[in-house]
């Protein structure tokens, strides 16, 4: 059973719901550390009513990033993590765990990456900039992380369309309900390794049923 480490500093939808399919048995893994720069966020609430482990690392308990970056790396290694999903992770992740967790790093963005990705295209603003630029589709798009911001390899995407009348608002609803499909579907094939790499590209391979 694979070990999970979740990130996350706002509402945790996306984490509930991997939470949900874990308990229910259809992911195989454990959620063993949740990790949030914001401790009065939604998802530290949910896990400790759930009595999951929580670790808080931020500026104001730990004001040296060298201090910070390593003992969030220690509680890692502590945990014996397998796999890292960043779940409305609102910082950067240090490079020493990118590099030691090399393709173990998962996270969801609320566009069709590469489009309305990368510094600066975070929450609300991504489906306000998609609304500006009248696109006629969106979505949602799970990749492993690099060094870089929404650019690591991608996993799985699923479209939405935009319609004429969408705001930006309506235009989040529809693509967190994506999110919400595909990341656990990506995190359920990662934990039953069902993601196979061929040119250094992810493929989710279709389970056989038994
Ligand atoms: C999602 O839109 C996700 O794509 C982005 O942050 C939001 C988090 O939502 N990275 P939630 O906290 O999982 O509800």
């Known amino acids: 059973m694979k070990k999970i480490a979740i990130f996350a500093s706002g509402g945790g939808s996306n984490f509930k719901v991997i939470y949900e399919k874990i308990i229910s048995w259809d992911i195989p893994a454990e959620i063993c550390l949740v990790i949030s720069n914001n401790p009065s966020c939604s998802a530290i609430d949910f896990a400790k009513q759930n009595s999951l482990p929580t670790f808080i690392v931020n500026k104001s308990l730990y004001p040296d990033s060298y201090s910070r970056d390593t003992i969030l790396m220690q509680n890692l290694l502590k945990a014996e993590i397998d796999l890292i999903c960043l779940a409305g992770y609102m910082k950067m992740i240090p490079e020493n765990i990118v590099t030691y967790f090399e393709n173990r790093v998962l996270n969801i963005h609320p566009a069709l990456l590469p489009d309305f990705g990368g510094k600066g295209f975070y929450g609300m603003k991504v489906h306000e900039a998609v609304i500006q630029s009248n696109a006629d589709e969106s979505g949602a798009t799970v990749h492993f992380v690099d060094a870089k911001y929404d650019h690591g390899p991608i996993v799985a995407q699923e479209k939405v369309n935009v319609s004429a009348d969408d705001t930006a608002d309506s235009l989040a609803q529809k ?35 038994n």
């Open 175 to 209: 693509v967190l309900a994506a999110e919400h499909r595909i990341y656990s579907k990506v995190v359920k094939a990662y934990c039953e390794d069902r993601i196979v790499w061929k040119n250094n590209q992810p493929r989710i391979e279709v389970a056989i049923e």
